[in-house]
């Protein structure tokens, strides 16, 4: 074989190196991993947490991503929290029952799309930081052994807090017996989701000894869980959040509130916000319509909010009301603020109602802001990015 011809074939051998590589490169890049037809579905956020754009879905092809939101004060969530704050005391016993049929003769298809529920109660810790939890010095504890260990005391009620609490050394039989009910295994559930044996998720979550606690501080309760969280987001990403007090009393912790140990509706959405990036917050409430004039209302803090308020009395029987209204009430839109997923690098485009706008402001990280969007009307948005 002439030299020429060896190299020849060495540079076929050579080009041959380069190219195979690249050829198995350009396969796997259109077979390997995510099919470019993957479609994620995404929700509504919010920097401000008042906006509540609605995310219709994100289609992914290589590295250039597609967002869609809806914009409008039309509407509604479509992924909501509901996080009912159950006053636990002894004198609830008269409304549990009527509360829990409430909600459940509420149409299902009345909840958003991908609503989730939860039960916590108003029962306060002296350390929301310790690692063994005791209850707030201002707790009545007699003959009430295993109190500390009661579900939704600084936590979501679920199967594993019934379970740990019917087995607490001490308890009374009579106070065990109250928790006929295995609840759900995860403390966030589908309104009408039921548990292995049947059972509404939402009904055992409301299982109660309902003692004589002499505290319900659903605020204070609640803003403790958020810090014992410590920094695990307690609520979805991007969800339009609803607290729902529902307390007969409203009397909180009379000592620990004169020594400042007191939340309020404009706090709590701070701490919500520090925790959990949700698109809105709202506080919601079946409460008495007064309270005597040294005990500060509940009522004030959800007016605060903008939520929704019916008094509780005893001689209503259906609770349906307030529960439609909670699930109809929208997110007032404030301003046209989105947020892209994190590690975004740069925003390719923007299109509104299917005409491109270079009227935005992207921050460079994951916030984008659209100028000139008028609120009453609904707006189909895109945004294509890196």
Not at 307 to 326: L, S
């Amino acid at each position: 074989m002439s030299s020429a011809m060896r190299s020849a074939s060495g540079f076929e051998r050579i080009r041959l190196r380069i190219i195979l590589p690249i050829i198995v490169l350009t396969w796997c890049v259109a077979s390997c991993g995510q099919d470019p037809s993957f479609t994620e579905s995404t929700i509504p956020i919010s920097a401000d947490g008042k906006t509540l754009p609605t995310a219709d879905a994100t289609t992914s092809l290589g590295l250039l991503k597609t967002q869609k939101f809806v914009y409008g004060n039309d509407v509604k969530p479509v992924v909501a929290d509901y996080l009912f704050v159950w006053d636990n005391s002894v004198s609830m016993v008269k409304y549990s029952q009527k509360v829990a049929s409430g909600l459940a003769a509420i149409p299902k298809d009345s909840f958003p799309e991908s609503s989730q529920v939860a039960v916590m109660t108003t029962m306060a810790a002296k350390d929301p930081l310790a690692d063994a939890l005791e209850t707030h010095q201002d707790i009545n504890r007699k003959d009430y052994t295993c109190i500390d260990q009661e579900p939704g005391f600084l936590g979501l009620v679920d199967n594993e807090a019934v379970k740990r609490y019917k087995s607490c050394s001490g308890l009374r039989a009579d106070y065990a017996a109250k928790y006929s009910m295995n609840a759900c295994d995860h403390g966030w559930f589908k309104p009408f989701e039921t548990n292995t044996n049947g059972d509404r998720c939402f009904a055992a979550a409301l299982q109660s000894a309902y003692h004589a606690v002499g505290c319900e501080a659903g605020l204070y309760a609640l803003e403790q869980m958020i810090q014992r969280q410590k920094g695990k987001a307690l609520f979805r990403d991007n969800a339009a959040v609803n607290i729902i007090f529902i307390t007969d009393e409203q009397q909180g912790c009379f000592a620990s509130e004169t020594r400042g140990e007191r939340s309020t509706a404009q706090r709590l959405s701070e701490v919500i916000a520090a925790n959990s990036r949700v698109s809105s917050v709202k506080l919601h409430g079946i409460v008495p319509s007064s309270v005597p004039t040294d005990v500060r209302s509940d009522r004030g803090e959800i007016e605060a909010s903008g939520g929704v308020f019916i008094p509780m009395t005893e001689d209503r029987t259906d609770y349906r009301e307030v529960i439609q209204k909670i699930v109809e009430s929208k997110v007032d839109i404030a301003s046209a603020e989105f947020k892209l997923p994190e590690g975004t690098r740069r925003v390719k485009s923007v299109t509104v109602n299917g005409v491109p706008t270079r009227d935005f402001e992207f921050d460079g990280t994951m916030n984008l802001k659209i100028l000139n969007l008028d609120p009453d009307k609904t707006s189909d948005i895109a945004v294509e990015y890196y």
